[in-house]
């Protein structure tokens, strides 16, 4: 059986997450890296929802996921590809062509993304129905 690794935040974990990682499945033996809150701080410029502990428990718990871990740098995806001998790198069409350079080491994939369901967009959801009941950003009463 073939080998094959993605990464991902997989921060607010969602349909998309799973339909992209099931999809990656049918390549062989998933592994998956998830960012660290400093890597997803650095790439997404903020900070993670759900800590990365919590992130890897997630992923890690899903029946199609062998085996995942701490993804610290985009630098070091070669460094992966090797390290866990992945014959096949799957990632998001929204990477298209950003890890050609890997082919030499590994098959790359680019799969095309759910349409419609991101984690921007559901941030974005629970903000349009907790701002106007104050809850995203509460009123401070300085009258103390």
């Given amino acids: 059986m073939s080998t094959c690794i993605t990464f991902g935040t997989f921060d607010l974990f969602h349909v ?10 049918h390549y062989g033996d998933l592994i998956v890296g998830v960012s660290t809150d400093a890597l997803t701080s650095e790439k ?11 992130r890897l428990r997630i992923v890690s718990g899903l029946k199609v996921v062998q085996g995942a871990f701490f993804e610290e740098s985009l630098e070091k995806k070669r460094q992966y590809v090797l390290e866990y001998e992945a014959d096949v790198l799957v990632m998001g069409n929204d990477w298209k062509g950003r890890f050609d350079h890997l082919s030499d080491a ?15 967009t559901t941030i974005e959801a629970c903000r349009q129905i907790l701002e106007p ?11 103390t």
């Fill in 16 to 25: 998309g997450h799973l339909a992209i990682l099931e999809r990656a499945a």
């Fill in 44 to 54: 997404k410029a903020r900070l993670p929802v759900h800590k990365e502990q919590q």
């Fill in 106 to 120: 590994c098959q790359v994939i680019y799969l095309e993304r759910t349409p419609s369901i991101s984690t921007t």
């Fill in 133 to 143: 009941i104050n809850v995203v950003r509460p009123r401070m009463d300085n009258s």
